[in-house]
């Protein structure tokens, strides 16, 4: 991972919305936020081969709370994959508002997220 703008993680986001990221510095529509390289651990919790087998894994999972935190913390490949982030790093936190905030460009060997909105200090959900 690469960052290219000051965000961080905190824990008590306005509005009682719970953990999420904000900018710690002011941050201009179409700037690169980040790069993050799907192969890092740090990025990525698990990889399923396939959206069925995704799906299976969903449907085995008996708590809806589990089912939900997943859902919100994965993301289709290029080719096909589902990979369900790292609930602990940043990039698995990005973009959980109504109106998105930043724009994702996944190719093979890096993932760029970059600003679609000037984004204030203090900003939250990055």
């Known amino acids: 991972m690469e960052l290219f703008?000051?965000?961080?993680?905190?824990s008590d986001l306005p509005g009682g919305k719970g953990r999420g990221l904000v900018a710690?510095?002011?941050i201009r529509k179409g700037?690169?936020?980040a790069v993050w390289h799907p192969r890092d651990r740090r990025v990525i919790d698990?990889?399923?081969s396939s959206v069925g087998d995704f799906e299976a894994a969903l449907e085995r999972l008996a708590e809806p709370t589990e089912r939900r935190n997943i859902l919100n913390h994965s993301w289709p490949t290029p080719d096909g994959k589902?990979?369900?982030l790292s609930e602990n790093g940043a990039f698995g936190m990005i973009n959980h508002c109504g109106?998105?905030?930043v724009l994702h460009d996944f190719?093979?060997?890096a993932w760029t997220t970059t600003a679609c909105v000037d984004l204030k200090i203090?900003?939250?959900h990055v």
Do not use: F, H, N
Not at 5 to 10: L, Q
């Open 99 to 101: 109106e998105p905030t």
């Open 31 to 33: 700037e690169v936020i």
């Open 5 to 10: 703008k000051p965000i961080a993680i905190v």
């Open 24 to 26: 710690l510095g002011p």
């Open 46 to 48: 698990r990889v399923y």
């Open 107 to 109: 190719r093979s060997d």
């Open 82 to 84: 589902m990979v369900v």
């Open 122 to 124: 203090g900003r939250a």
